[in-house]
C-alpha cells in the first residue's frame, strides 16, 4: 500500500499541466522528456529553481518507492519539493480560473494527503489497543 501511495505521487506529478500565453502548454513529463532527451535543442532554459527542485523531489519519491523502509524526512522533502510547483500550478490556475490546471494538479494533492497518512502522521493508539 505505501509503494503505491509513493508510486501515485510520483505518477501524479508528471501530469501536472502548464499553460501560459500566447500558445504553450505542457504537462510536467513533457517537459521533462524534453531535459533529458532534448539536450541540444535549449536545455539549458530548464535549469531553474522551479523546474530542478520538483525534479529532485521526483526522484527522491522513486528511490523512497525502491527503499525497503524509507525515512520521513526522505518522504517530505520529495512532497515539499514537487509541491512547490504543483502549489504554484494551483495558484496561477485559480487566478486566471483555468481549470484545466486546476484539475490537473488535484490528483497530486490527492496523493500527497495519502501518503501523509501513510508515512509521517502518527497513528492515533486507542486504550483497547494497548
Known amino acids: ?15 501536472c499541466y502548464l499553460e501560459w500565453p ?4 505542457y504537462f510536467v513529463l513533457q517537459v521533462l ?5 532534448e539536450y541540444g ?4 532554459s530548464y535549469v531553474h529553481p522551479f523546474i530542478i527542485l520538483p525534479l529532485l523531489g521526483m526522484l527522491l519519491a522513486i528511490l523512497a518507492i525502491f ?3 524509507p525515512k520521513k524526512w526522505l ?13 504554484m500550478l494551483l495558484l496561477v490556475g485559480a487566478l ?14 490527492a496523493s500527497v494527503v495519502w501518503c501523509w497518512r501513510l508515512f ?9 489497543a494497548q
Open 1 to 15: 500500500m505505501r509503494k503505491l501511495a509513493l508510486f501515485c505521487l510520483a505518477f501524479s506529478f508528471l501530469f
Open 75 to 87: 518522504i517530505l522533502t520529495a512532497i515539499i519539493s514537487m509541491g512547490v510547483l504543483a502549489l
Open 41 to 44: 535543442k535549449g536545455a539549458a
Open 96 to 109: 486566471t480560473l483555468n481549470w484545466k490546471i486546476i484539475l490537473a494538479t488535484m490528483p497530486f494533492f
Open 22 to 25: 500566447p500558445d504553450n502548454h
Open 33 to 37: 522528456y524534453g531535459m533529458l532527451f
Open 120 to 128: 509521517i502522521k502518527k497513528p492515533k493508539t486507542t486504550a483497547i
Open 67 to 69: 527503499l525497503p523502509n
